[in-house]
């Protein structure tokens, strides 16, 4: 990142959503606050080349449970950037299009502690470390030496600015939620009431 100045500071949360929950939210929240954020894009994704398409929720309603997780937050916005784009989603495209669109805005990308770990094998990391912040969740319970390690490699490696929260992430999981839902345990507290209501309204997750 260079040192320009910026008119906004807008974060960005990505993922499937499949479904969103109260990990996500909190995670959304706490870089909010942290980094001084104007606001959050919720960015669900269109087709995760990442993940087998046969566990992910048809994208209508990944959205619309989106739409509904952040609807109460004035600061939160839903962005259907990945979902209108054919094709795979990549991370360095939606920025590409977002810093060249919105060039006064300073994009900081929130992510917990496995995805940091992870980032550098996503398609074109230098063209993505180049275009934003990432901000990163400790691991609870966990060291965070290996955070500060990684940061200072990419920090080395690709001139990227990171980012390490001084808050845990919530240990919660979609792949969790899904498997409490398929076997009929309350997922209550982890899922907001208006998601919960409408996995229960459009039978989703196998219930």
């Given at each position: 990142?260079?040192?320009?100045?910026?008119?906004?500071?807008?974060?960005?949360?990505?993922?499937?959503?499949?479904?969103?929950?109260?990990?996500?939210?909190?995670?959304?929240?706490?870089?909010?606050?942290?980094?001084?954020?104007?606001?959050?894009?919720?960015?669900?994704?269109?087709?995760?080349?990442?993940?087998?398409?046969?566990?992910?929720?048809?994208?209508?309603?990944?959205?619309?449970?989106?739409?509904?997780?952040?609807?109460?937050?004035?600061?939160?916005?839903?962005?259907?950037?990945?979902?209108?784009?054919?094709?795979?989603?990549?991370?360095?495209?939606?920025?590409?299009?977002?810093?060249?669109?919105?060039?006064?805005?300073?994009?900081f990308y929130i992510v917990g502690a496995d995805t940091l770990l992870y980032?550098?094998?996503?398609?074109?990391?230098?063209?993505?470390?180049?275009?934003?912040?990432?901000?990163?969740?400790?691991?609870?319970?966990?060291?965070?030496?290996?955070?500060?390690?990684?940061?200072?490699?990419?920090?080395?490696?690709?001139?990227?600015?990171?980012?390490?929260?001084?808050?845990?992430?919530?240990a919660s999981s979609s792949s969790m939620i899904r498997q409490m839902l398929?076997?009929?345990?309350?997922?209550?507290?982890?899922?907001?009431?208006k998601v919960r209501e409408y996995i229960t309204a459009n039978h989703l997750?196998?219930?």
């Open positions: 990142m260079n040192n320009k100045r910026y008119q906004k500071r807008t974060g960005i949360l990505g993922g499937t959503f499949n479904p969103i929950h109260i990990g996500h939210l909190t995670l959304a929240q706490n870089a909010l606050e942290h980094c001084g954020l104007d606001e959050v894009l919720f960015i669900p994704s269109g087709v995760s080349y990442l993940k087998d398409p046969e566990t992910i929720e048809d994208t209508e309603h990944r959205v619309n449970m989106t739409r509904l997780a952040i609807e109460d937050n004035g600061r939160f916005l839903l962005s259907l950037i990945e979902t209108e784009r054919e094709g795979n989603s990549y991370t360095y495209e939606t920025l590409d299009t977002l810093t060249k669109e919105n060039p006064d805005v300073r994009y980032m550098e094998n996503w398609k074109h990391p230098e063209l993505i470390f180049d275009k934003c912040t990432v901000v990163c969740a400790k691991r609870e319970g966990k060291s965070d030496d290996i955070l500060y390690d990684k940061a200072a490699f990419l920090k080395e490696k690709y001139k990227a600015d990171v980012m390490i929260m001084d808050v845990p992430e919530i398929s076997e009929g345990r309350s997922c209550r507290y982890y899922l907001s009431d997750y196998g219930i």
